[in-house]
């Protein structure tokens, strides 16, 4: 959705011919995805960790790096941050 954000002003999502969402890049985004997506290179001490202390998001892994969408964004990049650092210190 990056490259569509920068290119167009509206985006149709077609499955199997029928339209199935259209809108704006950012709406559309914020709709299925949530408010923020926090993008972080890519550690798998820190994914799993991630996971098990945040259920409620969703991680993706691309290339070297991590996507963490969130519908609660509130002070979750802090909330993680802590929470690795507690985990991983002596």
């Known amino acids: 959705m990056e490259e569509a954000a920068e290119l167009c002003d509206r985006?149709?999502?077609i499955d199997n011919g029928k339209i199935i969402e259209?809108?704006?890049p950012?709406?559309?985004v914020k709709k299925h995805v949530g408010e923020d997506v926090l993008e972080i290179e890519s550690d798998r001490v820190?994914?799993?960790l991630s996971r098990k202390s945040f259920s409620s998001a969703t991680f993706e892994v691309v290339g070297d790096r991590i996507h963490v969408f969130s519908?609660?964004?509130t002070g979750f990049s802090n909330g993680m941050l802590n929470c690795?650092?507690?985990k991983m210190s002596p």
């Open 11 to 13: 985006v149709l999502i």
């Open 22 to 24: 259209q809108g704006r």
């Open 26 to 28: 950012s709406d559309l």
């Open 46 to 48: 820190f994914w799993r």
């Open 71 to 73: 519908t609660q964004p």
């Open 84 to 86: 690795t650092k507690e």
